[in-house]
């Protein structure tokens, strides 16, 4: 069965704010990301009980007052509450809702004045979701991730996926010899050949990577993240980085694993020169790393892999530098920290890509279980392939669900 996501009503097209749709808010990127999951319709000020249409109103301290003075606040808890049991019901965890809202903003709302300014804050149905463990995201974030020819996917592609750059209708190639930054000398390795692929899969615009450099390798961080900020010079906006790992907290070898976080042990940072600040146009270093993997693009792929019938696991990876597997008292120091994964790279790409803005999605195939004397590189390998085509399943179907407005 399709997956579920929760949306606001106003921006399905329906008439339903306060102005009674004066002012039309309706999201095309929206409508088609509705048009690809089991949408279910949410309006909480009017499952609230409130008219339409109905004066304005805003977040003011804890209370919501309207322009008129009238305290609705009673209405837009009953309607967060109410919203709250449609997503139950359809067991979603995504909501996409409108922005700036007193009842569906998320991030910054108004700031009680009626003046137009605004201040952060989430609005009450966006503050109980969260509480409750939803991903809100607005229509903003869902058009601005939605790929375009000027705007493509990114994907990196690991070990054991490399069979998902046969699926891409290329338009052009170019040599890793020909990107900024990437090392000339660098030689593939498992029959990739170092070329981005630029085209579409399935007529979503992607660029992908088929193979990468190591810091094991000898490489610095910086050159290692080349291929992150070549993709963002093409104009990717989102990037699907993956690779194999070990398991460190007993995830079976072959789980697609879906990174939600990261350890970064390698004891290097791309940001961590005054080259790096500037090749990631900052001014200061100071990259926020909290939150850098996407929760929209990990929603996506929780419903692709549902939609896919594919189990995943979902956990914290550690980089380490390599190329050395790690000992015993290594892996259990990770599980102390709470890694799931271990491996040798995204790190740092994680972080440039990070440090350009960009929504970062990890996909890891998990292919042995770290920290034993037998581990070698034929076994990750072996279990690569034999877990390739889960992975690539999740891949093709976060692009399908990321979709583009071109096809249309
Ligand atoms: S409460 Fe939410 S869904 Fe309803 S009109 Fe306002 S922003 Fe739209």
Same mark, same amino acid.
């Given at each position: 069965?399709?997956?579920?996501?929760?949306?606001?009503?106003?921006?399905?097209?329906?008439?339903?704010?306060?102005?009674? *749709?004066?002012?039309?808010?309706?999201?095309?990127?929206?409508?088609?990301?509705?048009?690809?999951?089991?949408?279910?319709?949410?309006? #909480? +000020?009017?499952?609230?009980?409130?008219?339409?249409?109905?004066?304005?109103? =805003?977040?003011?301290?804890?209370?919501?007052?309207?322009?008129?003075?009238?305290?609705?606040?009673?209405?837009?808890?009953?309607?967060?509450?109410?919203?709250?049991?449609?997503? /139950?019901?359809?067991?979603?965890?995504?909501?996409?809702?409108?922005?700036?809202?007193?009842?569906?903003?998320? *991030?910054?709302?108004?700031?009680?004045?009626?003046?137009?300014?605004?201040?952060?804050?989430?609005?009450?149905?966006?503050?109980?979701?969260?509480? +409750?463990?939803?991903?809100?995201?607005?229509?903003?974030?869902? +058009?601005?991730?939605?790929?375009?020819?000027?705007?493509?996917?990114?994907?990196?592609?690991?070990?054991?996926? &490399?069979?998902?750059?046969?699926?891409?209708?290329?338009?052009?190639?170019?040599?890793?010899?020909?990107?900024?930054?990437?090392?000339?000398?660098?030689?593939?390795?498992?029959?990739? /050949?170092?070329?981005?692929?630029?085209?579409?899969?399935?007529?979503?615009?992607?660029?992908?990577?088929? *193979?990468?450099?190591?810091?094991?390798? *000898?490489?610095?961080?910086?050159?290692?993240?080349?291929?992150?900020?070549?993709?963002?010079?093409?104009?990717?906006?989102?990037?699907?980085?993956?690779?194999?790992?070990?398991?460190?907290?007993?995830?079976? #070898?072959?789980?697609?694993?879906?990174?939600?976080?990261?350890?970064?042990?390698?004891?290097?940072?791309?940001?961590?020169?005054? =080259? !790096?600040?500037?090749?990631?146009?900052?001014?200061? #270093?100071?990259?926020?790393?909290?939150?850098?993997?996407?929760?929209?693009?990990?929603? @996506?792929?929780?419903?692709?892999?549902?939609?896919?019938?594919?189990?995943?696991?979902? &956990?914290?990876?550690? !980089?380490? %530098?390599?190329?050395?597997? +790690?000992?015993? $008292?290594?892996?259990?120091?990770?599980?102390?920290?709470?890694?799931?994964?271990?491996?040798?790279?995204?790190?740092?790409?994680?972080?440039?890509?990070? $440090?350009?803005?960009?929504?970062?999605?990890?996909?890891? @195939?998990?292919?042995?279980?770290?920290? /034993?004397?037998?581990?070698?590189?034929?076994?990750?390998?072996?279990?690569?392939?034999? $877990?390739?085509? $889960?992975?690539?399943?999740?891949?093709?179907?976060?692009? /399908?669900? %990321?979709?583009?407005?071109?096809?249309?």
């Amino acid at each position: 069965m399709t997956s579920s996501i929760v949306m606001s009503d106003c921006l399905l097209g329906t008439p339903c704010r306060y102005d009674g *749709g004066a002012k039309p808010v309706c999201s095309k990127a929206c409508l088609r990301l509705a048009s690809r999951l089991n949408t279910i319709p949410i309006c #909480p +000020e009017m499952m609230g009980g409130l008219s339409c249409p109905r004066p304005p109103a =805003e977040r003011s301290g804890d209370r919501v007052l309207t322009c008129e003075g009238g305290d609705v606040t009673d209405a837009y808890t009953e309607g967060a509450r109410r919203s709250l049991e449609f997503a /139950r019901e359809a067991d979603a965890g995504l909501a996409i809702l409108k922005s700036k809202s007193p009842s569906c903003g998320s *991030g910054c709302i108004y700031d009680g004045t009626f003046s137009g300014v605004l201040v952060p804050g989430d609005g009450v149905c966006t503050e109980l979701f969260r509480q +409750e463990g939803l991903t809100v995201v607005d229509e903003k974030l869902v +058009e601005w991730c939605e790929p375009t020819v000027e705007h493509p996917v990114a994907i990196v592609l690991g070990s054991g996926l &490399g069979a998902l750059a046969q699926r891409v209708k290329v338009v052009r190639r170019i040599p890793y010899t020909d990107i900024d930054g990437f090392p000339v000398e660098a030689i593939p390795v498992d029959g990739h /050949r170092f070329e981005a692929l630029v085209g579409t899969i399935d007529d979503v615009p992607v660029v992908v990577y088929p *193979g990468r450099i190591h810091m094991y390798q *000898g490489y610095s961080a910086l050159e290692v993240t080349s291929l992150v900020r070549h993709a963002h010079r093409l104009g990717c906006r989102s990037i699907m980085l993956s690779c194999a790992s070990g398991s460190v907290r007993g995830v079976a #070898p072959g789980t697609v694993g879906l990174i939600t976080d990261q350890i970064n042990l390698t004891g290097q940072n791309p940001l961590a020169s005054a =080259e !790096g600040v500037a090749a990631a146009e900052l001014d200061v #270093p100071f990259v926020p790393m909290a939150g850098a993997y996407s929760a929209y693009l990990c929603e @996506l792929a929780r419903a692709a892999a549902h939609d896919a019938g594919v189990d995943i696991a979902e &956990g914290t990876y550690a !980089g380490l %530098l390599g190329p050395t597997y +790690e000992t015993a $008292a290594e892996i259990r120091a990770l599980a102390n920290i709470e890694a799931d994964y271990v491996g040798m790279s995204t790190v740092c790409e994680a972080i440039m890509a990070r $440090a350009l803005g960009m929504q970062v999605l990890g996909l890891t @195939l998990v292919t042995n279980h770290a920290g /034993r004397a037998d581990n070698n590189h034929a076994e990750v390998l072996a279990a690569a392939d034999a $877990a390739a085509q $889960a992975t690539q399943n999740i891949a093709l179907g976060v692009l /399908r669900l %990321l979709g583009t407005a071109q096809a249309e």
